[in-house]
């Protein structure tokens, strides 16, 4: 037009008039389905006419088109769309008036967006169909209300919601499906704080207090969910999850644990507390009995953060049938929730359920497309990796002339001298002091050790020299030579060194 290119409504049409482009009204009917007949006549003659107007929204914008109306040409009789006849056209109704039609790919597209991007909020996605619409010369936008009342999605943040005031509750689609209801949770809850005494307070393993290894916990007086907690396979698929209501105290695993009973291993960062603890309240309620015949894990790198002895014990690589099993899949699953709860703290209750539900089946939906190549890569780095492992244990054992069957024994004499006292046992005692000490000293070489072999980044490796130093400042002279013999190393019947030992246990 006049030496430009320009977008026209759907509303206009552009005709050659005397060699120039003029701009006229038209009508723009909505493309709907039409009956084999309207009425009894026997030839099918109608004409069609402009309808009432009405607002359809697709990935492509909003359009404001007429409805069609066909009247027989013979008896008059009329015929005009209905509720049924948009649905059946691919058309979803946002109000039972049907004034505003939202095409139902479009709720596909957003599913499909909000999962590969979580953080996205529904208001960014009718703001870019509001772009689309004015990119192609249309005008008007589209009612962000009527959106979420036609789709019941919203978007969230840390999956924490705070307290709302006369907020009105309604019932969600997905109540009990991923997210555990809230009533039976509580049941359990109170039922075991029933049945055993717990101590409050958060436990310390090695010199970290951890904030998760807790028996009872307060009830935030802001918060109404505190978050979710969530049972992942070790494929990385979402099996159950939580409200939380009084932070991570030990009897929201255990009721993922009795909701999943068929597996054969439970890892989390906070075995060594945990365990004890299911122990204890099992033995008070017989019906959860069957809990105990899990076997239990540290997730490999929360290991790290423990003491030695409790490495040593409840590490996943030191788990028999195990396997290459990390125990840390979890932490995916919490990446990609994170970024998804950017409005969950605003929420109503069922839509945050809803929403939560709707990207766990999302998730693993794209899990289960590529498990077979996960699979088969994990497959191949395996036999890579135990190939590897194998020639360098093969190596060590040359060095150290230790034939198999004195290997099997080293590494159940590390097993045993982790399993003997405890490593916070008190300094006021000999024995004590002695397991102490020896628990760090093993500590610090074993740090060394795995300095430059796990860790590639300086910030990472400068951490761990800082923690090193500590721990030989609190305990031990830091004159003293690193390969000195201490006394009760020498006791060892074959002349062997327990850091010796655990160096073959890691390698196997």
Known sequence: MAGFLQYIP?????????????VSEQDCFLPTAFP??????????????VGRSVTLVCINGRYDLSLPVLTCRHCSKQWGPEFSDFVRSGYWPATMQAQTLFHQDLFSSFEAMKTAAPGMSRQAFTAMLDHRTKQFGRTGNV??????????????????????????????????????????????VEEVRGAVKSTSGKAMCGETH??????????????????????VCRHGFLLKGLNMYRGEIFAYPMFLQKSLQSAKFLAMDVTCRYVPYMNKVSEALTHLK????MRHCLSVMHAKAHNTKCEILWSARNQEGVGTTLGEEVEQINSYLSRCALTTKYMAKSVRIDMLTVHAMGWNQRKEDGLHIALSSRFKKTVEKTCEVSENLKKLQDQMHCCDGMLKQWVADVKQWASSGSAAASVDAVRGLQISIESLFV????????????NDRNKRRQKITQKIAKERETNLSSKADERMIWPWQEQNKD??????????????
């Open 10 to 22: 759907p509303t206009e049409s552009v005709k050659l008039v005397d060699g120039r482009y003029s």
């Open 36 to 49: 084999k007949s309207i009425c009894s006549c026997e030839t099918n003659d109608v004409a069609i006419s």
């Open 143 to 188: 009612n962000v209300d009527a959106f979420r009342g036609a789709s019941c999605i919203d978007g969230n943040r840390k999956l924490y919601r705070f307290q709302k005031q006369n907020q009105r509750e309604e019932p969600g689609f997905f109540d009990g499906v991923f997210l555990a209801k809230d009533s039976d949770v509580s049941t359990f």
């Open 210 to 231: 951890w904030s998760a290894a807790r028996e009872t916990s307060r009830q935030s007086s802001k918060l109404d969910e505190e978050g979710v907690e969530v049972a």
């Open 290 to 293: 069957p809990l105990q015949e």
């Open 443 to 454: 500590s610090i070489r074993h740090k060394k050790h795995f300095l430059y072999i796990h």
């Open 495 to 508: 002349g062997v060194d327990i850091l010796t030992k655990k160096k073959l246990l890691t390698s196997a």
